[in-house]
């Protein structure tokens, strides 16, 4: 991590550098710029320590660096602080480039750091004239072409019309039959075009013909018939229009709404002109969405390879490669990276992630074989609120070698390769894989391997969405754990218990004979007689099933599907299983840990722990709203919610600069408590690691969104949305929704004002104050149409009516007191000391309690044993957050994530860490200390280092440790009656060095510091 050298005769320095980063990663492959941004960290054992000056170099090679010749970029000495966020302006660079650098640090002394130890970055293919390589697929791989179709369906129309699309070739071209209740008094059919993203509209059809106004919005049998150029259109079996158009001859079918529409599609029926069923689908609720409607894909996992020769000695081979739905890359015989569940899911329409891999250890000179092996993943039987690969399986790969004599070589996908069968007969996301060991061919990615029977791949043409380079953690399997007990409720039918609820698989360990089909199904819950009970994973199977080769010991593994759950039913094992046959692989995204927190109270300890388990469980390549059920989607309102904790928790940085992406590139602006993220999180990475490029890239997105939510607000109440989603509830679907107007209109306020100071921040004054000032006129309508003066409280009066203006800054000064005290009074009173709150209600609850100096009831409220809260959950022998407060209701998981936002008020409060200025660079150091706690300790990795506190009270007494990184200050506060109560190092802590003291802040003595290591004590009963 750091170097210490001899700078001069008789002279040691004292800062040395450390984590070299670049965009955030350490030695990256593959970044998605040419002027990508460098950090370090300082260490340094002396009190207030600060970069004065840097000294950055860049080569090509490593040796260039190390003899300081051929640089790149060389900076010289810069009189700065800056160690974040340092934009390279060197040479100019091109993709594949490979990237060496060091830095050097002065102190404030004006003494210089030894070089650091050298790190590296490369640049990932960026424009699609890098791109050598083409898609290949199997033979015959393509869309389906339905030409001469009859599609049939039931569709009730709930708010203003329904698009039925047909002859779908792409996102960008198909016809649609728009049947639409909205644009005046006749119902209408609007037949429209869309080719090449270009919309047209034919001629209109009134339907009063046949449908009277009374019956607008009732169920309508609609068929449209396609024979040739012909389209004949029928309702009610009645025909009402007939055309001919020559744009389209074939493709899929579909259903379309926009932000304003809404309607019900059942009992969907795709026939050819024979009469035979193409597709047939029950229930479809069509909101804000396209969803289109193929024949089911295959579910099977086929293999493609080719064999090469390199010619002379790698000094580097890079791959570049995606594979659509999954992907496994294999070279010489063995899978070349770790990463699993690959590529990143995304909105595929609009990019699609390639992964940049370092394979140098896997080629050699000589004969060499590449392999990838392809699988459904977020395929057609995805959720319709999931981002879906709804096409043939498919898959790209360059691989760039540089010899050592420094000439180059490019392998690529095209019709060389060949394709094959796998022993993976099935695989699915949701219901899991089915792998016959005795179809193994052994040897497969090698170049010694005879491919008998494999046949030509097919070369498919590139897709309308970009490639763009994948820079977020790859998802892996993080950690493996022992099951803690294995039961046989039935003959023959043993359920592990794992001892822990999570996402990933169970590692299989078998010997028996050939043809032996080993059944493993999951599940959170198991039932009263030892069954399992698979109630949480509503339709989806969770079965994996391993049919044995018959050699020996056998091992079985799943690579592309995952599961959430804690017990394994385990049904035709040879014999009987034991604890040891059994692993479970922990699998999400490679987010560093970036934080720790523990206090003397076990249950506090362990709902900690349970945040933090959810949160991993859900941590995959988008961030999920739970891994048990047929979901699994990408949530923004859920993410929203407990984002602030996973920072705490972890480095988000490249996580969350992936779903920025994700979803400004699907473009849907909803509601402010679901669409809210993509404001509220440019803002959080701005704060938490001083990321002004996130705000630049993304401000354009912001303004628009403001913008919309404007116009259609004029009176600035937002009544729409979820709400403080699941707080206790009787159950119902309107049940879940709860304080919709309190909620999104205090999140509409702060949307306004994070516009505002973004715009402040980048320049654009006009905006600045056009925003600031829209926050303010939210702020005071909200509490004039909403604040009753003689109860003190904002409509309904419950807890998050309270907690969200308080915690949002909504509630005039003068009404603060007053709006606590009665929420005090709601929670002690009517809710018995209870929670009332759903997950925004729930994250901000702990902050507003401990702000106004009620961490004991904060505390308190937490540990509830009994229902609804963590302390019922955790009686009921959860280890991860539940979907809502009931143990089972009519919607609910036991892996959810929602209600982990609570986990950052531990790290805030119960230790007392924040960030006062952005990127960590200034410190609040200002813990609350519950009397049910003896001591609380938390570590928070910045940008800047790591921050340490640990608070004690020993015999009436209370010991504050602190440690501050390099090139930082803080101000601790320590709970003390004076500042003469108070000492650091034994001494009067205003006299010990490096402390100033700055104020008293009711039962707070303020102190300055520097960076260094502090121990502060208050001693009680001192004058």
């Known amino acids: ?175 649609m039959w728009q049947i639409n209740a909205a644009l005046g008094p006749e119902l209408l059919l609007r037949p429209h075009i869309l080719k090449n993203g270009t919309w047209s509209m034919l001629p209109p059809v009134s339907l009063r013909q046949v449908i009277p106004a009374t019956d607008d919005l009732k169920t309508h049998r609609v068929e449209i018939e396609t024979h040739g150029t012909t389209i004949r259109t029928r309702i009610d079996g009645k025909l009402i229009d007939e055309r001919d158009d020559t744009t389209f001859a074939f493709g899929a079918i579909g259903f379309r709404a926009d932000s304003k529409e809404s309607s019900l599609v059942d009992n969907l029926l795709v026939t050819d002109v024979s009469g035979n069923v193409l597709l047939k689908k029950g229930q479809l609720a069509l909101a804000n969405a396209t969803l289109l409607c193929r024949s089911p894909l295959p579910k099977d996992c086929p293999r493609l390879r080719k064999t090469f020769v390199l010619t002379k000695s790698v000094r580097r081979a890079t791959a570049s490669v995606c594979g659509l739905g999954f992907y496994e890359i294999y070279l010489n015989g063995a899978k070349a990276a770790d990463r699993v569940l690959a590529p990143a899911n995304t909105f595929y329409p609009q990019r699609l992630l390639f992964d940049t891999l370092d394979v140098t250890a896997a080629v050699k000179q000589g004969d060499n074989a590449v392999g990838l092996w392809l699988a459904p993943g977020y395929s057609d039987d995805y959720s319709q609120w999931g981002w879906k690969w709804e096409d043939a399986k498919r898959a790209i790969l360059q691989l760039d070698v540089v010899y050592d004599d420094g000439t180059t070589t490019t392998i690529i996908t095209d019709e060389s390769w060949q394709a094959g069968t796998s022993p993976l007969a099935f695989a699915s996301l949701y219901d899991g894989e089915v792998y016959d060991a005795g179809l193994e061919m052994p040897g497969w990615s090698t170049s010694a391997f005879t491919a008998e029977g494999w046949q030509p791949v097919r070369v498919l043409e590139a897709t309308l969405a970009k490639l763009a380079p994948n820079v977020m953690p790859p998802v892996r399997v993080i950690q493996r754990i022992r099951p803690i007990s294995v039961a046989e409720p039935k003959p023959g039918v043993f359920v592990f218990d794992m001892g822990q609820n999570f996402a990933g698989w169970v590692r299989l360990r078998a010997t028996g004979a050939r043809g032996t089909r080993i059944v493993l199904r ?34 079985y593994e799943p690579r592309f599907t995952y599961h959430g759950f804690r017990y394994v039913e385990v049904t035709s094992f040879p014999g009987r299983p034991t604890l040891d046959d059994i692993t479970g692989c922990v699998v999400h995204a490679d987010v560093q840990p970036a934080g720790t927190f523990t206090t003397s109270d076990a249950m506090i300890n362990r709902i900690h722990r349970h945040c933090v388990w959810s949160m991993r469980s859900n941590f995959m390549s988008i961030p999920t709203d739970c891994p048990v059920r047929d979901e699994r989607t ?242 009921q022998g959860a280890t991860t957050l539940w979907e809502q407060w009931t143990f089972k209701g009519s919607m609910n998981s036991h892996g959810h994530v929602a209600f982990a936002g609570v986990d950052s008020s531990f790290f805030t409060r119960l230790a007392g860490i924040t960030a006062r200025k952005p990127a960590f660079a200034q410190i609040g150091i200002r813990p609350y200390l519950p009397k049910a706690l003896t001591f609380a300790e938390a570590t928070q990795e910045t940008v800047k280092g790591r921050v340490t506190v640990r608070w004690q009270k020993n015999n ?29 190092s034994g001494r009067p802590a205003e006299t010990s060095e490096g402390v100033e003291f700055i104020g008293m802040e009711g039962d707070y003595a303020i102190f300055a510091v520097g960076s260094g290591d502090y121990h502060f004590v208050w001693v009680s009963g001192s004058p």
């Open 634 to 875: 990408p949530c923004q309102m859920d993410s929203l919610a407990y984002e602030d904790a996973a920072l705490c928790n972890f480095w988000m940085n490249r996580y969350y600069t992936k779903w920025l992406g994700d979803i400004r590139g699907e473009g849907r602006r909803d509601n402010p408590d679901w669409s809210g993220d993509m404001i509220f999180l440019p803002w959080r990475l701005y704060w938490y690691y001083g990321d002004i490029r996130i705000l630049e890239v993304h401000y354009a997105n912001m303004r628009v969104f403001i913008e919309e939510l404007r116009a259609k607000t004029p009176g600035h109440i937002y009544t729409a949305g979820f709400g403080d989603w699941c707080r206790p509830n009787d159950g119902t679907w309107a049940g879940y929704f709860g304080n919709v107007t309190e909620v999104n209109t205090s999140l509409y306020a702060v949307i306004a004002r994070i516009v505002g100071e973004t715009a402040a921040l980048l320049g654009k004054s006009e905006d600045a104050a056009r925003y600031a000032g829209w926050a303010d006129e939210i702020t005071k309508a909200f509490h004039a149409k909403n604040f009753d003066a003689q109860t003190a409280t904002y409509g309904n009066g419950s807890q998050t009516t309270a907690i969200l203006p308080l915690a949002l800054n909504l509630v005039p000064q003068d009404k603060r007191g007053a709006v606590f005290d009665r929420l005090v009074t709601t929670i002690q009173g009517k809710d018995e000391g209870h929670l009332d709150t759903g997950i925004f209600g729930t994250r901000y609850l702990v902050d507003v309690l401990c702000d106004f100096g009620q961490q004991d009831l904060a505390v308190s409220m937490l540990k509830q044993p009994d229902y609804p809260g963590f302390g019922f959950q955790i009686a």
């Open 522 to 555: 999951h599940s959170e819950l198991i039932g009263k007689d030892g069954m399992l009970d698979p109630w949480t994973n509503r339709l989806a199977k969770a079965t994996d099933t391993f049919v044995l080769r018959g050699e020996g010991s056998e091992v």
């Open 1 to 175: 991590m750091t170097i210490a050298a001899c700078i001069g005769p008789g002279i040691r320095a004292a800062m040395t550098i450390g984590e070299l980063r670049c965009e955030y990663a350490l030695n990256p492959i593959g970044i998605d710029t040419l002027q990508p941004r460098l950090s370090w960290t300082l260490n340094d054992d002396r009190r207030g320590q600060r970069q004065s000056a840097y000294h950055i170099q860049v080569a090509a090679l490593p040796e260039d660096l190390s003899q300081d010749k051929a640089l790149l970029w060389d900076t010289g000495k810069i009189a700065s602080d800056q160690n974040t966020h340092i934009v390279y302006t060197g040479a100019a660079l091109h993709a594949g480039a490979r990237c060496h650098w060091r830095v050097r640090a002065w102190d404030k002394q004006g003494q210089p750091s030894p070089w650091s130890a050298p790190a590296f970055w490369q640049v990932a293919l960026l424009q699609a004239s890098d791109w050598k390589a083409k898609w290949i697929g199997l033979p015959g791989a393509g869309a389906p072409e339905w030409r001469d179709i009859t599609l049939a369906a039931d569709v009730t129309i709930q708010k203003g019309a329904v698009g039925i699309l047909f002859r779908v070739r792409d996102n960008s071209n198909y016809y």
């Open 956 to 984: 009436g007494n209370i010991e504050m440790r602190v440690n501050v990184p390099v090139n930082t200050s803080a101000l601790v506060s320590v709970p003390a009656s004076n500042k003469n109560t108070v000492t650091e």
